[in-house]
């Protein structure tokens, strides 16, 4: 065959100006821009704003909605929807203080009670991950529609949990656990460190593995996924799991934070999650977005959430600011090139 | 010349989706080496077809033979790795993911060791590779790290030939792979096909346009409402009279 018959692939080579206009088209790159920004002004409103104590703070408070965002990630490139995160924070959080607070009736060991208390939130997690999974590729229920019941049912189960146990107060009283959270190494508390490295591994696991690859390839085109023979349906599954695991283990995290299990603790969590992975640049229409991005997002959020606080501007505008990001970011997204799901 | 073992045998496949019959006892042969043309008007069962040969769905009746061996595949996966590549209508690729992860999407390369045990991806391997094996079948792709969003039509689609062309070890099915490229770009893929002939595979070709299926084909199955109504080297069509017998004006005329 001669050589040009062939198709030669040619579209706009790299240079170094597109390279420029790559990263200014770059969310991650102007989330990173808005993050400086944001704390050079909260620090020149108040110097206070950069000590340890308050980083303590900004690092824990960003821990807890890191993992729940993360799992939502692994949905969300999925091409799927976890509204059901805040609700499993609760009754993991309630299920997880009742186990624990009998253990030390029976005068357990504080590490063994922590270590079974995480475990067990994490199992009940991933069980409501698992009917999240059936609802969605056996009964062929819609993301939404089927997580949205197990938001609704997990919060009455966690109310109804907590009324059994201790008459609809927090479960159990652990202020050992409390102290224990609060130990920090610098500016990370000990839960912190164990987030942050659960965060660094699911960022490989995304971004490095044959896992993480269907997970993108899924979300991008399904069909094309499954003509080469991926499982599509199982894999689907198993984000819903690993999405329901990390979410009891945010319950574990807010036990140790509060010493107990209370059925109100993940309330509207899962709002915050989907705006921290929409913020960071994910397509909720799946196949988009990178990890860094997601923990840039809930790092954005909780600095605001911080930082507005820190400089006495009432909590509620906290919320209309969140809502100009989420704006922002999608504005961003409908002005990027898209190659839609058609090929 | 002495008759040659068939690749590909479809005998008596009938399907048909509740009370519709999509096929009706469909048979034919292919050879390799050969390409062969299927055409149809819509609704003649051409995609229902492909389906069957690739795993997507199961006939209700009939057999498919394969190099002589009878094959009952159950998933896309069983037909692929028996040896069959299909490119479907305007979806074969993730458009977010690179072109070197869209060529091995499936059939990933996996870093050596313990690394590669743990699930972790060579994707240096991967994006060198790809280019070498479209590069092989007549396609250079000066880019690689460029996800499938940033190519254009045809592109997307030299690239998507391109992979079923380099995986594929015995039969290929494209169904209508030069759909809404420009007439420039539907010739380059036309010659992609005549590389994978060279190759000595078997090319199952399905488009609506007729001068691309009387230039490519050796040969013409021709389907009507689930049936296959003409079977012939494609040297005794005419534009004119495979017209007539896909539409079936052919019989009325006698």
Sequence with gaps: MPENDRPVLTSSPETPRNRVREILSNQQFLLFVVLIALMTYFYSRNHYFFTVGEFQNIFTNFSGYALLAVGEMFVIVAGGIDLSVGSTVAVSGVLGAWVMNGMMNGHGNQFWVLTVGTLICGLVGAFVGFLNALMITKAKLVPFVATLVTLSAGLGFALLFAQFFNSGQPVGSDPAAAVFSSKAIWVFTYPAIFVILIVIVAGIVLHLTKYGRYTYAIGSNAFAARAVGINVQRHVGSVYILSGFLAGLTGMFYFMQLGSGAPTSGDGFELTAIAAVVIGGASLTGGRGRMS???????????????????????????????????????????RPSGRKSV | MTERDAILEVRRISKSYGSVQALTEVSFKAFAGEVIGLVGDNGAGKSTLIKALSGVHQPDSGEIFLDGVHHDWKSPQEAIDSGIETLYQDSGLAPDLTIGSNVFLGREIMKKGLLGKMGFLDQKAMEAEALEDLAKVGISVPISRRTVSQLSGGQRQAVAIGRAISWARKVILLDEPTNHLGARQAQEVLSVIEEAKKRGLCVIFISHTLPHVLQVTDRIVVMRLGQVVKDAPTSEFTAESLLASITGLAELQG
């Design chain 1, 293 to 335: 991005g997601t923990v840039l997002g809930v790092f954005v959020l909780t600095v605001v959430t911080f930082g507005l606080v820190f400089i006495n501007v009432p909590p509620a505008w906290t919320q209309i600011v969140v809502g100009g990001f989420i704006a922002l970011a999608a504005t961003l997204q409908s002005l």
